[in-house]
């Protein structure tokens, strides 16, 4: 801060001087004792010197430096270290068979072991589990080579015959053969186990050994002031049974007991030795096969299938809403067409009506129908309490259930000779007493309609029951 208000503080000015400081300059340099002036040459020659410029202000500047990159120099790359697969703080606890139990280690990435004692009793898991993996070769897991067409209840029976079985077995298939072992053994303390015998198939491939055409095998474990030798055969029929043992590290390495190998490797067979550090790598990196889980779904958390059912209803819901919003909105559509349909014939039957009120008598003469007689044939006939239908040329359509016309017209044709010019009388019912039971009509109604004398040629002609039960209908034609 100080050095910001330093920087920005204005540099004292001079008084002006006459001939801009010229006097003041030539003063000082005839008082100089160098002038060289002397009694003999006098004075030399006075120079006069330019005024110099006054210094420009210069504002603080806040960039920051940058080095410039000299020619032909390449920009220096960061250097990010390599993160290794085998991380130092992952624990690798591997079990193997030894003296008819379970004997349980931790492999360092040094290639030490160190014996963890309590396990798999121990209620709680020791330090030791804290991201471990578990790796275990033991009597009961197996590795064989079973028929593909065994399947079903009969493969877990086959794996149930395995003497060290005798459990539920939990499977899987790889290398083209079925890794199993007791369902009670795929977890140790909520961590799951991973086939050792597996693992080192996986090793042996990709050290290019074939472990199909038969190799054994064969590890050294530092372990303090003793080393655990490992011994496993692995052929195109399964896995033998691991040989395991301790000694002294300055004795020699044990012999191979081949009886553990017996149909598994050849009479010939090549031996590979892995390192414990190497070993302790493979071990620690990649995804490493392991058993089918409790809590798993073919490989998959059940907390995942969960979310994964939920989001998959979701989905479906989704869909199903979307599909019927769609259907909806189509059916709205078509009852809003059939709606808009439905009003066009009502406004046409409505404008036909007004254009036959309107044209009626053009209509009825350009078909040669004497429109005004019937009219009056029609009042006649009319009674009080019915109601009259006229046709003159057209079909008569009452509700009746009568076909064809009653009477032919005489002297007509065309239409006009099938259909004679007629007068329907609708006579309603008065009273219905019930489903089931006939109509009550009004006598004097029915006697009015049907004892009238014929009026300008219209004359009784037929009596039918009406198609909707409400009555009848007594048709006049005219005959003349």
């Known amino acids: 801060m100080k050095w910001f208000k330093k920087k920005l503080r204005t540099p004292k000015r001079r008084e002006p001087a006459l ?83 379970d004997f349980w280690l931790r492999l360092r990435p040094d290639g030490n072991g160190e014996r963890l004692t309590g396990l798999p009793d121990a209620e709680v898991a020791t330090p030791a589990f804290d991201n471990a993996r578990v790796f275990r070769m033991a009597m009961y897991d197996k590795a064989l080579l079973f028929p593909k067409k065994l399947t079903g209840k009969a493969l877990r029976n086959a794996m149930i015959r395995e003497k060290e079985i005798s459990d539920i077995p939990v ?89 553990l190998s017996a149909g598994i490797l050849p009479k010939e067979f090549p031996t590979h030795d892995i390192l414990a550090d190497q070993l302790y790598a493979w071990l620690a990196q990649g995804k490493p096969l392991r ?57 046409l039957a409505q404008m036909r009506q007004v254009y036959l009120r309107h044209h009626i008598f053009l209509i009825a003469k350009g078909f040669n129908i004497r429109l005004p007689r019937d009219l009056t044939a029609a009042r006649a006939l009319w009674k009080p309490g019915t109601r009259v239908v006229m046709a003159d040329g057209l079909s008569l359509k009452v509700g009746m259930g009568m076909h064809g016309p009653a009477i032919a017209r005489p002297g007509a044709s065309g239409p006009m000779q099938q259909h004679p010019a007629q007068v329907a009388v609708l006579i309603p019912e008065t009273k219905n007493h019930g489903p089931g039971q006939p109509g009550w009509m009004s006598p004097s109604i029915m006697a009015s309609v049907i004892q009238q004398p014929p009026f300008d040629g219209f004359t009784l002609h037929v009596i039918h029951t009406n198609t909707g039960g409400n009555g009848y209908v007594v048709i006049f034609s005219r005959t003349r």
Request: glycine letters at 10%.
């Open 291 to 347: 058993y089918p889980q409790p809590s798993e779904w073919f490989g998959l958390p059940m907390a995942k299938v969960g979310h994964g059912v939920m989001v998959s209803g979701i989905l479906l819901g989704l869909m199903g809403t979307g599909i019927w919003w769609f259907g909806q909105s189509h059916l709205a559509q078509a009852q809003r067409t059939q709606h808009t349909l439905r009003r066009s014939e009502m406004r």
């Open 171 to 259: 499977s899987f298939t790889a290398h083209q053969l079925r890794w199993f072992t007791r369902k009670s053994s795929v977890e140790l303390h909520e961590r799951p186990v991973h086939p050792l015998a597996a693992s080192l198939w996986s090793y042996a491939r990709k050290q290019g050994w074939n472990p199909t055409e038969g190799v054994l095998l064969r590890m050294a474990l530092p372990m303090q002031e003793s080393t655990l030798w490992m011994y496993v055969a692995l052929g195109k029929t399964g896995i033998g049974l691991p040989q395991t043992a301790i000694i002294p590290k300055e004795s020699d390495r044990p012999a191979y007991n081949m009886a």
């Open 19 to 101: 001939n801009g400081g010229l006097t003041e300059r030539l003063s000082d340099r005839i008082r100089s004792p160098d002038s060289g002036t002397t009694a003999e040459n006098g004075p030399e020659p006075l120079s006069i010197e330019a005024p110099k410029a006054k210094p420009k202000r210069r504002l603080p500047s806040f960039a920051l430096p940058k080095r410039l990159r000299q020619q032909g120099s390449r920009s220096p790359k960061k250097s990010t270290p390599k993160t290794s697969a085998a991380t130092d703080d992952r624990a690798v606890i591997i079990g193997i068979p030894f003296g008819g139990a």
